[in-house]
Nanobody
Framework: QVQLVESGGGLVQAGGSLRLSCVASGSIFSFTVMDWYRQAPGKQRESIAQ???????NYAGSVKGRFTISRDNAKNTVYLQMNSLKPEDTAVYYCAAHQGIYNYWGQGTQVTVSS
């Protein structure tokens, strides 16, 4: 059973930065895609950043140019660098990994951006 553990969330002022980490219990190279989702109160969970095994990245329009997803296969870790944070970025952020028909999720980490 694959486990994903997120960390790095917290409270930050608007304009600030945070870096989220997602550590997998096994090799992340086995995953076709890894991504970050977020879910704000009263809203649906949305995908905001993806990275493939070939390091191809994709971003939601709401975070493009401010967030960067990256991976370190040696550390079995995927990162989300978040800059120029806005109050509307407040949400629980989840890491996900996809391998064929299997999808794995972390427990989430809270990010709160104050104005």
């Amino acid at each position: 059973q694959v486990q994903l553990v997120e960390s790095g969330g917290g409270l930050v002022q608007a304009g600030g930065s945070l870096r989220l980490s997602c550590v997998a219990s096994g090799s992340i190279f086995s995953f076709t895609v890894m991504d970050w989702y977020r879910q704000a109160p009263g809203k649906q969970r949305e995908s905001i950043a993806q990275i493939t095994r070939d390091d191809i990245t994709n971003y939601a329009g709401s975070v493009k140019g401010r967030f960067t997803i990256s991976r370190d296969n040696a550390k079995n870790t995927v990162y989300l660098q978040m800059n120029s944070l806005k109050p509307e970025d407040t949400a629980v952020y989840y890491c996900a990994a996809h391998q064929g028909i299997y999808n794995y999720w972390g427990q989430g980490t809270q990010v709160t951006v104050s104005s």
